[in-house]
């Protein structure tokens, strides 16, 4: 699931962006900011945003959409940062002179829905080079590029895998055993049918894990008995805090 922010001081400008960018496809989540320290406190509950679509011109401010792209920079350096300006020759040099902001690019006011979609294929293809991204392909639909930090765990029956993140689920045909081949680190898989994101574990029980709503049991999987699965998910677990 990309993740995308719309940081501009005009509503009427940025709920229109908004409007282009969510009929581009369903699997993007895009948050519209007016405000520089709500987008400041948002920054601060996600470690992963792929894009700002970032205005330059913010009436009343002494700072420019580039000083604010440059303050996000320094805490979230993976981003994209495309700006979006009614006046583009005029602040073409302010863009890629920048000496911390590597922009994705600039976008022309007033829009152009292919250039939105444009440059959303661009986002997503560069996503998908990153490795907290997945490819899951649904079912039914186009590939849905999942966040991994943000998937809670995989649960799988018979030929089906479902993904159940922060933001709802997606049910593919995959085998769980080959999936895990294509995971990072903190995923561990603590019974034959799930995979679970060792970050949101909250509890380890005896014979089973809680994470969120859901209890998630724990059992004898490949060579290991109940007892020795759950001394590795607690060993991962701990890992975790000291990597």
Same mark, same amino acid.
């Given at each position: 699931?990309?993740?995308? %922010? ?7 400008? &940025?709920?229109?962006?908004? /409007?282009?960018? /969510?009929?581009? &496809? ?7 900011? =007016? ?10 509950? #996600? ?41 583009? +020759? ?10 911390? %902001? ?19 294929? @661009? *986002? ?6 990153? =490795?907290? $991204? ?24 018979? +030929? ?7 933001? &709802? ?9 080959? $999936?895990?081949?294509? $995971?990072? #680190? ?5 019974? @034959? ?5 060792? #970050? ?14 859901? *209890?998630?049991? *724990?059992?004898?999987?490949?060579? +290991? ?8 998910? %607690?060993?991962? @677990? ?6």
């Amino acid at each position: 699931m990309l993740r995308i %922010v719309i940081f501009d001081d005009e509503e009427r400008i &940025g709920l229109q962006l908004k /409007e282009l960018l /969510e009929q581009s &496809g369903d699997d993007l989540v895009v948050d519209f900011f =007016q405000d520089w320290h709500a987008l400041q406190f948002y920054f601060s509950q #996600h470690a992963h945003i792929d894009a700002v679509f970032m205005d330059i011109c913010f009436q009343g401010s002494t700072s420019s959409g580039i000083d604010f792209a440059e303050k996000i920079a320094q805490s979230h350096s993976q981003t994209k940062f495309i700006y979006v300006t009614g006046h583009p +020759r005029e602040y073409l040099q302010q863009i890629f002179m920048s000496k911390t %902001v590597n922009p994705f690019g600039y976008l022309p006011k007033p829009f152009d829905r292919k250039a939105v979609q444009d440059y959303l294929q @661009k *986002i997503r293809a560069a996503s998908a080079d990153s =490795q907290d $991204l997945f490819p899951f392909k649904p079912k039914k639909g186009q590939v849905v590029y999942l966040s991994l930090p943000e998937v809670l765990y995989f649960s799988s029956d018979r +030929r089906c895998v479902t993904a159940h993140t922060l933001h &709802g689920s997606y049910e593919g045909y995959y085998q769980l055993s080959k $999936l895990m081949e294509s $995971l990072p #680190h903190y995923f561990y898989q603590c019974y @034959k049918s799930y995979a679970i994101n060792l #970050h949101y574990v909250q509890r380890i029980d005896t014979k089973e894990v809680h994470i969120q709503e859901e *209890i998630i049991p *724990i059992s004898a999987y490949g060579h +290991r008995s109940v007892a020795e699965n759950r001394a590795e998910l %607690v060993q991962r @677990k701990s890992e975790l805090y000291q990597s």
